[in-house]
């Protein structure tokens, strides 16, 4: 308990933008109750809570663009043809649903399942689906690229 207060002394004087500090922030916070309650289900809330987050910022993007994925895409700036911008798009969408539904399961096992059902899930499950959506996207990629070459 007292690495955490001593962290959460520290955070403001951390030269990292105020994103990233609202969820270093918000990760000690979940540290801090697990401690203070002697509890685990607030360490078992952080991956649904990384999920959340990514959902936040992706979601944004599509708000406010260029999507995450745009940005990516266009590395150092480069100009992107038309059709890549609405593929970009597009996939920024994929990855708000995935983050939705691995947050939503996240959550749902941390809450009502047992602790070997959500490790299962949220170490190694949630980390393969993220794999295979990956290298879906990049098969897809190829064939969105052939089609417009």
Known sequence: MVLVAVALTRLPMLKIGTLARCWLLAALVLAALAVWFNAL??????????????????????????????????????ALPPFV??????????????????????????????????SLYTGVISYVLMGLLFAAEYLVRLRVRKRHV
Do not use: D, H
């Open 41 to 78: 289900l607030p360490l078992k809330l952080y991956p649904a809570m990384v999920s959340a987050a990514f959902l936040g910022v992706f979601g944004y993007s599509l708000l406010s663009p260029p999507t995450v994925i745009e940005r990516m895409a266009r590395g150092r700036g480069a």
């Open 85 to 118: 911008v609405a593929y970009t798009r597009r996939v920024t969408q994929v990855w708000c649903l995935f983050f939705l539904v691995n947050g939503s399961i996240a959550l749902g096992t941390a809450l009502w399942a047992p602790a070997a059902i959500w």
